[in-house]
């Protein structure tokens, strides 16, 4: 099992700029580790191939409970991902479902 360091993120406003558009940040709200899990084929089926191919799995040791509900993107060493879904695996676990962009 590899474990990658992980940034847990929330998107706050910071400002304005001269016509009055909102200015976000991104603060990091937690310091954890994830593992990446790779996609089953029950779940290919049911989400379809456009998000298996574009999207990836985390699993994160927080409890879902506990897991920032204002965290919208993830920094796994050092790339950024927005956070599309999470759900329980376990009362341990939470599995994080992100989208990740070319930089």
Known sequence: MIWESC?????????????????????TILETSARFTPWTTEQIAIEGRDVTRNEQQYIVPIPCGRFPRNCVRVKINGVKM???????????WTLVQVKAYKE
């Open 7 to 27: 940034l847990l993120q929330e998107k706050r406003k910071v400002g304005e700029d001269a016509l009055k558009n909102p200015i976000f940040e991104y603060k």
């Open 82 to 92: 927005d956070v599309t879904k999470t759900s329980p695996l376990s009362t341990r």
